[in-house]
Each structure stands twice: as C-alpha cells, then as structure tokens.
C-alpha cells in the first residue's frame, strides 16, 4: 500500500511538473506582449560614431563627433507607434547672431517594431530642401536600440556600398552609433 502511495505521489508531482513546463512553453505570450512604447516620443541627437572595417574586418577608421554643444543644427527623432519622423533643422541666421532655424529635411517613414529593434517599411513622406538627398535609403534596413533612462542608442551595420556611404577607401563594412537624449519639444 506505501509503495502505492508513493507512486501515486511521484506521478502526480510528474504531472504538475510536466503541465507547468508544456504551459511555460506553449504559447509564447512573451513575444505578443513585447511594448515598444518607451521610444515614442521625441529624441536629439547627441553623438555619432562610425567604425569603419576593411574585408578582413581591420578598423580603417573610428570617428566620433559630439552635437551635445552645437546649436547650429538639430536632429530630431520622433516616433509613434507605427511612424518614425526624421527632422533635421540648420541654423540659417545672419552671421551677425541672430539665429533662424528652419527645416531642411523632414522624412516620415512607416515602421514596425520588434524586440530592440524597429524596421523603416517605406516612406509615407517626405520634404526635401534644395541640396538635400532622398532618406530612402534607409528603407527596409534594420536598426537596433536601447534605452537607459532619458537616453537613445540606435546602431545599425552599413555593409552595402559602404565605401560610398563612409567615404572611406577600402570600407567593406560600418558600425554606425547614435545616441539621442530625450526630449518633449522638437526645437
């Protein structure tokens, strides 16, 4: 009769294991619940870095260039939950400091997320400023982020005509690194 009861225990305590693990492991609820809410809202640039590789993966080239004193252009990031604007402004004023701000390029593109990364679908619109190229190169190429706090990380690899796109003889490869700090006006 003991040894019954054991093996009754023993089965019942296989059971409830194995119903929590197929429970854990059927549906993946995880992945529907994945909320990508904490990057809406508006982010400025603050500083850019490139690495550049060659085809064996040596480092050509690691620049790093800071906006967080520049007052004479802005980058502004806003996005939504299905859009994500690019607006980039210059300062046009007199010579004499008297600034004027305009927009030179506004680009508004349909993405969507995934965990730690968002993906530019296609451009719902755009205004360019004479001397401005076209942002559609950034269509259909993945970018990942982070967010700590009031700070924004996107990075994103440039393997495509990547000595074109950096201007660097010899790039096989780009590391781009942007970092945005939060923001609640675009200006």
Known sequence: MKKNKLFAVLCCFAALVCTSFLVSCGDDDDDKKFDPSA???????????EIDYDKNGKVLEDDTESFAVDNEC??????????????????????????????????IYDITYSENSFMPNKIIKETIREGFGSEGSRVGKKVDYSINGNTLTLTNEITEDAEEYTGVKGAAKAISIKTFKKVNEKK
């Open 74 to 107: 802005y980058y502004i990031l806003t996005f939504t939950d299905k859009t994500m604007q690019a607006e980039n402004w210059y300062d046009v004023g007199d010579g004499h400091g008297n600034s004027k701000f305009e927009v030179s390029h506004t680009t």
């Open 39 to 49: 990057i809406y809202g508006s982010w400025k640039i603050y500083e850019v870095r």
